[in-house]
């Protein structure tokens, strides 16, 4: 079976240090996957997808970048982070003969 | 430029009771609709995908409807339980090959 995984959980930076968020997904192969992010109050915002290696689609402009090395690895990465960087991250998944996407349980990350 | 609504944000109810959450998206041409429930704190799971073509789709004790005509979507809970107490999330996916656009959902707290 499929499964995704997203580290760390949670997360305390400082305003201006570097970001590095991981998601790696098990079980299929050439997965589309999603970047979202969830402010306090507010429905997820799509950040990035990917359709394959090293493909990334940008769905908003702003100081967050990611990059796909390998074809089940996802990784969302800052060099400066914002205070409104603060938010909940979540990585997905979805392929195959169904239209649905499979969340990974989720990042907490607090810029101070 | 699809955008979609949650009404109510917030809802509690006493369990046992029998609820309705309601979707609305502002283009009627859409390629399916999702509900998704996330508890605190976690990702989102996938409850009921309707496709385009279909009125409704139930799993359990959920049921969902599709009206595409008016742009809107009801998920009908039946004999609700504490633990239905989560964010459920209506998405949309305008067209094939396109992304999900979410509500911001609706809090239900179910209390026993």
Do not use: M
């Not at chain 1, 690895?73 to 400066?80: G, H, M, P």
């Not at chain 2, 429930?37 to 990702?43: A, F, L, S, V, Y």
């Not at chain 2, 279909?54 to 959920?62: P, V």
């Amino acid at each position: 079976s499929q499964t995704i995984h997203q580290w760390p959980a949670t997360l305390v930076q400082p305003v201006g240090s570097p970001l590095s968020l991981e998601c790696t997904v098990e079980g299929t192969s050439n997965p589309n996957l999603y970047w979202y992010r969830q402010a306090a109050g507010r429905g997820l915002q799509l950040l990035f997808y990917s359709v394959g290696i090293g493909q990334i689609s940008s769905e908003v402009p702003q100081n967050l970048s990611a990059s796909r090395p390998q074809d089940r690895q996802f990784i969302l990465s800052s060099k400066k982070l914002l205070l409104s960087d603060s938010g909940f991250y979540l990585c997905a998944w979805s392929g195959g003969t169904t239209d649905t996407q499979y969340f990974g349980p989720g990042t907490r990350l607090t810029v101070l | 430029k699809q955008e979609v609504t949650q009404i109510p944000a917030a809802l509690s109810v006493p369990e046992g009771e029998n609820l309705v959450l309601n979707c609305s998206f502002t283009d009627s041409a859409i390629y399916n609709l999702q509900w998704f429930r996330q508890d605190p704190g976690k990702g989102l799971t996938s409850l009921l995908l309707i496709q385009s073509s279909q009125r409704e789709q139930t799993s359990g004790r959920l049921n969902a409807s599709l009206d595409k005509s008016s742009g809107r979507s009801t998920l009908y809970i039946a004999a609700s339980q504490p633990g239905d107490s989560a964010t459920y999330l209506c998405a949309v996916i305008p067209n094939y090959g396109q992304n999900f656009v979410f509500g911001p959902g609706t809090r239900l707290s179910v209390l026993p």
